[in-house]
């Protein structure tokens, strides 16, 4: 028996702006002149990048702290 089967299937997620389909990817996210890389939703159609709570509560403010500390 497939046990996929009965998993329902992933959400489609779309772009706010354009209604593109957003599909997972790295991305270059950029503050205060230095770079950071990381896998995020973006769109297929206009490349706006789908920011989660997560990445802007934890890894992006992490690095702002850093940066301003300096």
Excluded: H
Excluded at 33 to 49: A, F, Q, T
Excluded at 56 to 61: I, R, Y
Aim: hydrophobic share 35%; charged share 30%.
């Amino acid at each position: 028996m497939n046990k996929t089967a009965n998993l329902p299937p992933k959400p489609v997620w779309k772009c706010g702006k354009c209604g593109g389909e957003l599909k997972r990817g790295t991305v270059k996210i950029s503050y205060l002149g230095n770079d950071l890389r990381v896998e995020e939703l973006k769109c297929l159609s206009c490349d706006l990048v789908l920011i989660t709570e997560d990445l802007a509560l934890g890894k992006m403010f992490e690095v702002e702290q850093s940066l301003e500390d300096k």
